[in-house]
């Protein structure tokens, strides 16, 4: 009897979160008709409509809306107990679902991921690097390490460091094509624009509560911060990437900092999930892990700031 509910519980809250009884079927690794039985014993069993079907689309009725955060709610604390009950016996297991952005996993997470498997030798990691904001409940992730701001209102977010990005050159091309004196100069340099978010093409700058923004002329464009990092070392152009990427380049003086009082608004990198109330062990452990790595770099960038001052 218990385990009927539960199951019609689940068949229920996955068709709520994707609105399709195909993919729900498909998260839930069993047949359409499956799920359809469960709907409708659940709907049956409460005598009132949970969800609106027509031949093009699936939604949740008044009662089914009121329904779906509380079932939620109901499984999200059952995978917290038993999450809980796992750790307790020393092992997280089972496979948690990552999504990055390229250049923070790149340059921060893939190099030391060996050591967060190695701490969970049962958790297998599924883990996609890409700058595209993937809708976590959707695509079926657990979890999405991002910069920036939090637009999804069903999801929550954790603040793990900063990030800010600067303004750097090669010394070959600098010493080629000039030094700019003001954020207005850039306008006539070549620049490598990062292709993440709207207006990528100008650049908005701060110093010391000034702004100013710019209209620059992309000489190459990219999603990807490292090509364009090889792009900057190779005196292609000025570009305005993120202090994590160009840090060690800033050290080396393979770069440097172009309008060094100047640079873009800090922001967030955030570890966004889905907003249970309950956080399964593995994503905490995870986000956990991430932070721990951040740390490190928070304090280099620190330092590396109060420099330019």
């Given amino acids: 009897m218990i385990e009927t509910r539960l199951n019609e519980i689940a068949a229920f809250v996955e068709v709520g979160r994707r609105l399709s009884f195909v993919?729900?079927?498909?998260?839930l690794g069993v047949h359409v008709s499956a799920v359809s039985r469960a709907i409708n014993a659940l709907e049956g069993r409460l005598g009132v409509r949970l969800l609106q079907r027509t031949t093009r689309r699936v939604g949740l009725t008044e009662a089914g809306r009121a329904h779906f955060l509380r079932?939620?709610?109901v499984l999200a604390e059952l995978q917290e107990a038993e999450s809980a009950a796992s750790a307790l016996g020393g092992a997280l297991r089972g496979t948690l679902r990552v999504s990055a952005g390229s250049?923070?996993?790149?340059?921060?997470?893939?190099p030391v991921l060996a050591r967060f498997l190695e701490r969970h030798p049962q958790l297998d990691?599924?883990?996609h690097l890409s700058n595209r904001n993937v809708d976590l409940v959707e695509e079926g992730f657990d979890l999405a390490i991002r910069i920036g701001a939090l637009s999804d209102s069903r999801l929550v977010a954790r603040r793990l460091g900063d990030s800010r990005r600067l303004l750097v050159a090669s010394p070959a091309y600098l010493d080629?094509?000039?030094?700019?004196?003001?954020p207005a100069d850039l306008a006539t340099h070549a620049a490598?624009?990062?292709?993440?978010?709207?207006?990528t093409a100008r650049w908005a700058l701060q110093r010391r509560g000034a702004n100013a923004t710019v209209r620059v002329r992309p000489r190459l464009r990219s999603n990807n911060?490292?090509?364009?990092?090889d792009a900057c070392r190779a005196g292609v152009g000025i570009a305005l990437l993120p202090q994590f990427i160009v840090g060690a380049d800033l050290d080396a003086q393979r770069l440097v900092r172009v309008l060094p009082a100047w640079a873009a608004a800090e922001q967030g990198i955030f570890a966004i999930y889905p907003g249970n109330r309950f956080i399964p062990a593995k994503v905490r452990a995870f986000v956990d892990f991430v932070e721990e790595i951040l740390q490190p770099a928070a304090a280099v960038n620190r330092e590396r700031r109060s420099r330019t001052r």
Avoid: F, I, N, S
């Avoid at 993919?23 to 998260?27: F, K, P, V």
């Avoid at 080629?176 to 003001?182: I, L, M, N, S």
């Avoid at 911060?225 to 990092?229: I, K």
């Fill in 23 to 27: 993919r729900a079927a498909e998260q």
């Fill in 71 to 73: 079932c939620e709610a």
């Fill in 103 to 110: 250049g923070l996993g790149l340059t921060h997470m893939t």
């Fill in 125 to 127: 990691l599924d883990l």
């Fill in 176 to 182: 080629a094509q000039g030094t700019p004196r003001r």
């Fill in 192 to 199: 490598l624009v990062l292709e993440v978010g709207t207006m």
């Fill in 225 to 229: 911060a490292l090509a364009l990092l």
